[in-house]
């Protein structure tokens, strides 16, 4: 069972029209005159009636039926073809890529769309989403010739895209790929001879073609990721009039049986078995240097990619979230503490409880506003023709991606297990929908570089980046946010909190930079993932106090009468959660990592087998 999607897009709303400039967005030459936040509205819900009345219905052919291999060919349920085709046909997928694509929705407001749209089918989503990642890299790096051959066919959802990095020797360290291009007489074509393994729909029934942008080294570049290429490998190869020719000898050899999303079929692929296999290398071949130009390339999508699964980490934790609240509500069970002679109560009623709801909705709203401000700044760096405010919206997107990438993913575990905790036992069956959540987000903090991987990403490139200056200008924001509110008596408490965590966070970075020229450079390692995280609670703690003001604000002029008087309490209340107890946790990353702790190090291996 046990799909029950339910939805609310009342906090897309207030960030979309009240708290982000979306006029400032909508004013770019490619949305002015085509959308307006009049719009908004409309646009969101269409979107949560598309994801509820044509996805949601899918769900539950994850687990019922799934993504089934045999004979070499893979077949998804025929669910998840008819909400596939009607997400590409009516302009939610895919073409939202297409620069050229007049109906494109901002980034920020597509992200909402986009969030509600994986909320009803987790499985579903990256069949759209994969073929737009691998369209953006042909149109970023792409030639005329493969942009004309492969674009309008990916952008209508005709052909779907898939991106092939791992492979079983190269995982976290894809500069280990064994994948290999022999050039041929016809410049810029290349045979394909390797094999690759997880690779989201690498094979499926959906549509005629699939194309994978695929990493491989040319033969003689050099060893590393700064040797490899991206190549243009289609299942079926494209005539030079667009028409499909003959099967590219790439053979699915198996697909993965996962604890989740099983809709989505993860591929292991073959190439090149007859030696017959062929494709087109994206921007230039490696020069005299050996260097390729792949692992660049492919940066770019994974970084939106990133940012994506940040989003569905988002939007199926949401989706556990309401279910939870409803069913607090419902559940009748235990009496008051304060009152134990009163009668039985809903279990929203108790502190315990309470607690845990609060808990996942701070996080649900610090995990949302971070997210779509990093898709705000992606739009500021697409649209805006000043310089420098794309530098600045650049060195900002940088430093939020791997935030959204990791924090919102290893949250999603950790809330879907909490909303699965306010059912008690009832959440631990499958009969109900909370099992299938926390089955299905488990891959965020794994795919898309593991989320050690966002961590020193953060730490070893972005802490750096221009000589340190990029992330001296993001916590810049922050300091000039407590100094604009210093006199504000209202939220005192919180920000002077912020005031302490910013500093604190700060004590982390001499104390890892004094680590690090002690020789101690392993701490680095050991410490990024606690630093990550300690960095989106700061973020987010900016974030969400910066938003409670507004809501205060709102309440003040509306009055608690107002039927939007709950939701406006709700972000405060929310915030100061959220300041008040997720944001002090950085206090102690802080002192660890001061004291340097190196247990984890100094324990011998052999010790680890007790
Ligand atoms: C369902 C699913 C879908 C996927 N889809 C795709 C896809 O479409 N395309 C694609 O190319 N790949 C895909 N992947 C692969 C995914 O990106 C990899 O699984 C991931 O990058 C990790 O690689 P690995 O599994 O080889 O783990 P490993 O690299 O072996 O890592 C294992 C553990 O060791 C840690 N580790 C590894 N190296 C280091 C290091 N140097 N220092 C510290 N810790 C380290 C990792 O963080 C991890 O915790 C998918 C995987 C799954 C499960």
Redesign the pocket.
């Known amino acids: 069972m046990a799909q029950n999607f339910m939805w609310d897009t009342r906090d897309h709303k207030f960030i979309l029209k009240e708290w982000l400039d979306m006029d400032k967005i909508f004013g770019f030459d490619r949305f002015n005159g085509v959308y307006s936040k009049d719009d908004i509205d409309a646009i969101l819900a269409e979107a949560v009636k598309v994801a509820k009345d044509v996805i949601a219905p899918s769900q539950d052919d994850n687990d019922a039926v799934g993504a089934v291999f045999k004979d070499g060919k893979v077949t998804v349920p025929e669910s998840f073809k008819k909400a596939y085709w009607f997400v590409q046909e009516n302009g939610w997928g895919s073409c939202n890529a297409d620069h050229h694509y007049e109906g494109a929705l901002p980034k920020t407001l597509y992200t909402a769309v986009a969030e509600a749209l994986a909320s009803a089918n987790a499985g579903l989503a990256?069949y759209y989403m994969?073929t737009a990642g691998s369209a953006e890299l042909i149109q970023d790096f792409g030639n005329d010739h493969l942009k004309e051959l492969f674009l309008p066919k990916m952008f209508s959802g005709e052909w779907a895209g898939?991106?092939?990095?791992?492979e079983p020797n190269g995982?976290?360290?894809v500069g280990d790929l064994l994948t290999r291009a022999f050039p041929t007489d016809t410049p810029g074509l290349y045979k394909i001879r390797g094999s690759?393994?997880?690779?989201?729909?690498?094979e499926q029934d959906i549509t005629e073609n699939i194309i994978h942008l695929t990493l491989a080294r040319v033969e003689g570049a050099r060893p590393g990721t700064s040797g490899i290429s991206l190549f243009v490998v289609p299942k079926f190869w494209v005539n030079e009039d667009g028409s499909l020719g003959k099967f590219n000898d790439l053979n699915c050899i198996g697909i993965?049986h996962?604890m989740g999303?099983k809709g989505?079929a993860?591929a292991s692929l073959a190439f090149g078995e007859e030696n017959e296999c062929y494709g087109w290398i994206l921007g230039d071949p490696p020069g005299e240097d050996g260097k390729g130009q792949g692992m660049a390339q492919m940066f770019n999508m994974m970084n939106t990619e990133r940012a994506t699964t940040g989003t569905a980490a988002l939007a199926e934790s949401t989706v556990a979230y309401h279910n939870a609240v409803q069913y607090a509500t419902e559940r009748i069970q235990g009496r008051p503490l304060t009152n134990p002679k009163a009668g039985r109560v809903q279990i929203i009623k108790h502190e315990d409880v309470r607690r845990m709801l609060l808990d996942i909705k701070a996080h649900l709203d610090a995990m949302r506003a971070l997210s779509m401000k990093t898709y705000y700044y992606m739009d500021i760096i697409i649209n805006s023709k000043d310089p420098e405010e794309v530098k600045q919206a650049d060195w900002r997107y940088g430093i939020s991606t791997p935030l959204c990438k990791a924090y919102l993913s290893d949250m999603a575990w950790i809330l879907t297990a909490e909303a699965m905790q306010v059912y008690g036992g009832y959440g631990y069956s499958e009969e109900n929908p909370i099992a299938q959540l926390v089955r299905d987000v488990k891959?965020y903090s794994?795919?898309?570089?593991?989320?050690?991987?966002q961590s020193m990403d953060l730490v070893g490139r972005k802490w750096m980046q221009a000589k340190g200056q990029a992330f001296n200008d993001f916590l810049g924001d922050i300091f000039a946010f407590l100094k604009a509110n210093a006199d504000n008596q209202e939220f005192a408490r919180e920000l002077e909190i912020l005031n302490k965590a910013i500093r604190s966070y700060n004590e982390i970075r001499k104390a890892i930079q004094e680590h690090a020229m002690g020789g101690k450079i392993g701490f680095i390692?050991l410490y990024a993932t606690r630093i990550l995280h300690a960095t989106a609670k700061l973020y987010c703690g900016y974030l969400l106090l910066d938003q409670a003001l507004l809501a205060s604000q709102r309440i003040k002029e509306l009055g608690e009468d107002h039927f939007d008087y709950a939701f406006y309490k709700g972000k405060v209340e929310s915030a100061k959660y959220y300041l008040r107890n997720i944001v002090p946790e950085i206090f102690t990353v802080t002192e660890l990592i001061k004291v340097g702790d190196s247990s984890a190090i100094d324990i011998p291996e052999e010790s680890f087998q007790f």
């Open positions: 990256p994969a898939t991106m092939d990095l791992t995982g976290s360290d690759k393994c997880f690779i989201t729909g690498g993965e996962k999303i989505s993860t891959i794994i795919w898309e570089g593991t989320n050690y991987i390692g």
